[in-house]
C-alpha cells in the first residue's frame, strides 16, 4: 500500500515548531494530570491524561525524525497525524521501561454480598471480597505496558460493554504515588529532551 502524506509541505521552521507545541503540550497534560491526582473522584483522568502525553511525546519524535535538514519542503506522512497506537508506541519505546509501566487496577464503589472474581486482562484478574468496596490490583502478574496502555487510553476516560466479565467496565485504579512519581521523572526527561535534543533539529 502506497504510504499517504499529509496534503500540506512543511518547512522545517514548521517542523520545528511543531515539536516544540508538542513538548509544551505534553508538558500541559502532565500539569493536569498532578492537579487531577489530587482528587480521589479523578484519579483515573490523570492516568489517561498521562497516557496521551506519552502519545504527543510520540508525536515529537515522529516530526522530528522527518527533518534531515535538506529540503525546502517537507511531505509528512499521514500517520504521523492519524494512527494514535504508533505515536502511543514511539512515545513509550523513547522512555525508560518503567515510565509506562503503571500497576493498574479497577475501582469498585458499591459492594455486594457476594464475592467476585474479575478479569483485568486476558492474564490477569482480581478477587473482590463480599462487602468490599475500593481499588483492587493483581499484584501476581506483570503487567504488559504496551498491551495495557493502549487499553487504558480511552478506559480512563469511557464506558464501555467489558465482554470478560459481561459487565459494563469498572472504573479504573492506580497507585497514585507511583504515578506521581512517573510524571515527575517524565517531566524532567522532557527538559533534558527539549534543551539537548529538540535544538539539534
Not at 521523572?185 to 539537548?196: H, P, T, V
Request: proline residues 2%; charged residues 25%; hydrophobic residues 35%.
Amino acid at each position: 500500500m502506497a504510504k499517504k502524506y499529509h496534503p500540506n509541505s512543511f518547512t522545517e521552521q514548521q517542523l520545528r515548531q511543531g515539536c516544540a507545541r508538542c513538548i509544551d503540550k505534553v508538558k500541559g497534560l502532565l500539569n493536569s494530570a498532578l492537579i487531577l491526582l489530587d482528587h480521589k473522584e479523578s484519579q483515573q483522568y490523570s492516568l489517561g491524561l498521562y497516557i496521551y502525553a506519552i502519545e504527543e511525546f510520540g508525536k515529537a519524535i515522529m516530526l522530528k525524525r522527518q527533518v534531515d535538514g535538506k529540503r525546502a519542503a517537507y511531505k509528512i506522512p499521514n500517520f504521523i497525524f492519524e494512527n494514535h497506537e504508533a505515536k502511543l508506541l514511539e512515545g513509550l519505546k523513547n522512555m525508560p521501561a518503567a515510565y509506562g509501566a503503571i500497576l493498574r487496577g479497577i475501582r469498585i464503589t458499591t459492594s455486594s454480598n457476594k464475592a467476585l472474581r474479575i478479569k483485568i486482562d486476558s492474564d490477569r484478574e482480581i478477587i473482590r471480597g463480599a462487602n468490599t468496596t475500593g481499588n483492587f490490583f493483581d499484584t501476581t502478574n506483570t503487567p504488559n505496558c504496551k498491551r495495557d496502555i493502549i487499553l487504558l487510553k480511552t478506559g480512563c476516560f469511557y464506558i464501555n460493554w467489558d465482554k470478560r466479565n459481561n459487565t459494563w467496565n469498572y472504573e479504573v485504579a492506580t497507585d497514585t504515588s507511583q504515578l506521581k512519581d512517573k510524571i515527575e521523572l517524565f517531566r524532567d526527561a522532557l527538559n533534558k529532551f527539549k534543551c539537548i535534543q529538540l535544538n539539534k533539529l
